[in-house]
């Protein structure tokens, strides 16, 4: 395992800022997933401490030793590194066995054959060793290449949206069985540090120890999943950690009146945002809440999700699974209570 640590690093490329001054300490062992919008920086974070690019400004050091600066580069090779791409680079001319015995050439590793062996049996693929990547599923392909970037031992595992191409069903198996093998779960398997670039946030809530959420080129938030969830520093962020419905508006004296209540801000601020989760949102009776009129009722299996309007015509959609016992009906004005804890405030 190791630790990796970048120092206000910045990188251009076509000269056009694709990563801004950015500062982040990742502890041997954990699972870091760097997480954002296309073009965010979020690849070109992975490649500079790849060392498949050089930043333009600070530092990359692992195990507290430099790894690139601007005038300093260590190579790929030589940082003991597994790489998994989200095509998957499987070299097509080799077998799957040639395939994962390759990176243990590179690597001197001793008994080569039975390790390459053990990886193919991990990760469930040892029916296909002498199979070709052209002729496996892309779930198949997928586990060639994480017991390939595993085989070497590496320290360190950087993964660019590795289960983007698989169907749903797939990723969640490819997503415990990656979490399992970086742990170390399984016997003869060191565990290593992995960082994953993901625009996903069920894969970065799943398997990450810490989210770095991305934004323009910089990390906006780094924390635990469940504090980014619960406490997002901004609207950015609470989007991209799920549904959200929003409400803005103008700040008359600080006091910030919306559809579903008033609230008291600071005096100074003109304007603020309002947002809610549709989990959150909650139908019944009391002395507190707002009434809503609902325009559409649809049924997603275990859940329902209803569109409701607010008293200003906003449209905000609520989910939940204790609509079905209450004979709701479209056009019915509807009750609906909220934890004030639920109730996320920004202001502009």
Not at 164 to 170: A, I, V
Not at 225 to 243: D, R, T, W
């Amino acid at each position: 395992m190791r630790s990796v640590s970048l120092s206000d690093v910045a990188c251009s490329i076509q000269g056009k800022n694709a990563v801004n001054g950015i500062s982040i300490n990742i502890k041997a062992g954990e699972i870091i997933c760097f997480l954002g919008p296309s073009g965010c920086g979020k690849t070109t974070s992975l490649r500079l401490i790849g060392g498949l690019v050089t930043p333009n400004e600070g530092q990359i050091s692992f195990d507290d030793e430099i790894v690139s600066s601007p005038k300093f580069q260590v190579p790929p090779e030589d940082r003991q590194i597994g790489f998994l791409f989200q095509d998957f680079a499987l070299f097509p001319h080799l077998s799957v066995m040639e395939n994962v015995l390759f990176g243990l050439k590179m690597q001197k590793h001793e008994d080569i054959e039975a390790r390459a062996g053990r990886m193919l049996a991990l990760t469930g693929v040892s029916h296909l060793a002498e199979r070709f990547p052209a002729t496996l599923s892309g779930g198949e392909q997928q586990r060639v290449a994480l017991a390939r970037a595993l085989a070497p031992e590496p320290g360190l595992v950087l993964m660019d949206e590795p289960f983007s191409n698989l169907d749903p069903p797939l990723r969640t198996d490819m997503r415990r069985l990656t979490v399992s093998l970086l742990r170390g779960e399984h016997a003869d398997i060191s565990p290593a540090t992995g960082i994953i670039v993901t625009h996903d946030v069920a894969d970065a809530m799943y398997m990450a120890d810490k989210i770095a959420v991305m934004s323009d080129g910089q990390i906006v938030q780094f924390d635990n999943p469940e504090q980014i969830y619960e406490n997002p520093v901004s609207p950015l962020v609470v989007k991209l950690m799920g549904a959200s419905n929003e409400w803005v508006g103008a700040v008359n004296n600080g006091v910030f009146s919306t559809p579903i209540g008033d609230f008291e801000l600071n005096a100074s601020v003109a304007s603020a945002r309002l947002m809610v989760r549709p989990y959150h949102l909650n139908s019944g009776d009391g002395e507190s809440g707002f009434t809503a009129r609902l325009s559409t009722i649809r049924n997603n299996g275990n859940t329902q999700a209803l569109d409701i309007v607010l008293s200003d015509g906003t449209i905000w959609e609520v989910i939940g699974n204790d609509f079905s016992d209450t004979r709701l009906e479209i056009g019915d004005e509807v009750k609906f209570q909220i934890n004030p804890e639920d109730v996320m405030l920004f202001t502009d």
